[in-house]
């Protein structure tokens, strides 16, 4: 009788170990899929399958990821001209900035979407640190601080977006081309601007 009792204890206890290794690998194979396939593009749920399909490189992704935190950094610096500058050309500069950039942020955004990739919703902690200082800045100071920043970032983009266009991408070589043209001229501007401040 006792033999019996141990016997079918074995059993059960090795019948139960086996359910659990079974509900173990069921919940890690779920877990693996939905983990390894999944993931937020933007907000939204994607299949891994997709970011295969979309056919950009991460070199196309960085491309991305960086000129958005550019973008978003030439309209906030825009907001703080539009207040804090005291010459009239320096405004209009930057009234132009702010729109340029704003159209070239919601165009990238569109983009970005449409190939899965993740770009950035705000600034780095540096870069708000810099324009909080920046919000401390007025008249004179601030033209000479906010045009001296804007000639070295659009020669950083400038570069930046040379990487852009030699993309494998055609859809992001042309949207590089078209934007450098816009951000060449910004250059321009800035340089000419930045002398008449000295």
């Given at each position: 009788?006792?033999?019996?009792?141990?016997?079918?204890?074995?059993?059960?206890?090795?019948?139960?170990?086996?359910?659990?290794?079974?509900?173990?690998?069921?919940?890690?194979?779920?877990?693996?899929?939905?983990?390894?396939?999944?993931?937020?593009?933007?907000?939204?749920?994607?299949?891994?399958?997709?970011?295969?399909?979309?056919?950009?490189?991460?070199?196309?992704?960085?491309?991305?990821?960086k000129a958005a935190v550019g973008?978003?950094?030439?309209?906030?610096?825009?907001?703080?001209?539009?207040?804090?500058?005291?010459?009239?050309?320096?405004?209009?500069?930057?009234?132009?900035?702010?729109?340029?950039?704003?159209?070239?942020?919601?165009?990238?955004?569109?983009?970005?979407?449409?190939?899965?990739?993740?770009?950035?919703?705000?600034?780095?902690?540096?870069?708000?640190?810099?324009?909080?200082?920046?919000?401390?800045?007025?008249?004179?100071?601030?033209?000479?601080?906010?045009?001296?920043?804007?000639?070295?970032?659009?020669?950083?983009?400038?570069?930046?977006?040379?990487?852009?266009?030699?993309?494998?991408?055609?859809?992001?070589?042309?949207?590089?081309?078209?934007?450098?043209?816009?951000?060449?001229?910004?250059?321009?501007?800035?340089?000419?601007?930045?002398?008449?401040?000295?």
């Amino acid at each position: 009788m006792k033999k019996i009792f141990i016997l079918s204890t074995i059993v059960a206890a090795s019948m139960s170990f086996q359910a659990c290794q079974t509900a173990d690998k069921k919940s890690s194979t779920t877990k693996d899929s939905v983990s390894g396939d999944t993931t937020m593009v933007n907000g939204n749920h994607v299949a891994g399958s997709e970011v295969v399909e979309s056919g950009i490189d991460e070199a196309g992704a960085n491309f991305l990821r960086k000129a958005a935190v550019g973008g978003i950094m030439e309209v906030e610096a825009a907001k703080i001209a539009q207040k804090n500058a005291s010459s009239q050309e320096v405004k209009d500069f930057a009234a132009k900035m702010l729109e340029d950039h704003t159209k070239a942020n919601k165009e990238l955004k569109e983009f970005a979407v449409k190939k899965k990739v993740i770009t950035p919703d705000a600034l780095p902690a540096d870069d708000q640190i810099h324009l909080d200082e920046m919000k401390k800045i007025k008249g004179i100071a601030f033209d000479k601080h906010y045009m001296g920043m804007m000639v070295t970032d659009h020669e950083k983009t400038i570069a930046l977006f040379k990487e852009g266009i030699s993309n494998k991408d055609s859809g992001l070589k042309t949207w590089a081309t078209k934007t450098l043209a816009t951000i060449e001229q910004h250059d321009e501007m800035a340089k000419k601007i930045a002398l008449g401040l000295k």
